[in-house]
């Protein structure tokens, strides 16, 4: 009858586990040439079921995407993502459908053409990072690009150098990719999806990642190498949590506000 009980008992414990959902912290550090692009946010995100709640615990230059103690919330179930202010009991509705259809509109403006895509994945071994072994791994991906807006035209070769330490022992990418499994996301210019889906190949099986160097480069028509950002991100912590659906709900009493880049709308 006891090992009944302990067979049972286990078999719950590994139920919950399975279908648990996940938490980690983490900071990312990011220098850019472009003005305002700089900065350092510390986030505690949590995960399950495909919703997704990322928390700002501080922002070093604060903008409307990113405020100290605002945070992300992605609803599974509503395929949208809304920004939350709860200094001011506020939220912005971004839809992720609209958003990829604005995307595709801005390409009939703006023409795109990516020529000669090479991305390659070299595997450098396994590393052990907050007691999870990690495949560490570089990517390098390259490309001309050609934009095109209007009579103004101009070329490109740019160069994307990422280094990560992933791990397949932790189920983040499984809780936060839950709601995409059976979508099909495209911008709708067909050199930027062609790229996207051939670095998601070259990437996958790596798990999720505990560090991230990113490194974007552009050398202009006369050879010039210019470094335009640096980005790195490292998990601090992380650890398995279960959530109540009202976790990834706005709270009672949040009223809506559209959103502008750079204006408001109130």
Sequence with gaps: ???ALLAAWWIVIFAVSSYAGVEWKART???AEAKGQSNTVVMQAYAQGGSVKMVFESVAYENEMYKKGGYWLFKAAENTLYLVNPEDKTYSRLPVDAMLKMAGVVGKLVK????????????LGTETILGYPCQHAKMLMEYDMEVKIAIIKSKSHEKIEKETWSTPKFRGLEEMAESFRFRDYKTGMEDLDALIEQQMKAEAGLGFPLKMVTVNTSIGKKGKEKEKSRQVMEVLS??????PASFF???AGYTEKNIGFGTEEE
């Design 249 to 251: 709900e706005i709270p």
């Design 238 to 243: 992380l650890g398995n949590k279960n959530f």
């Design 29 to 31: 550090v990011t220098q």
């Design 112 to 123: 795109v053409k990516i020529k000669n895509p090479v991305v390659n994945v070299e595997k």
């Design 1 to 3: 009858m006891k090992k």
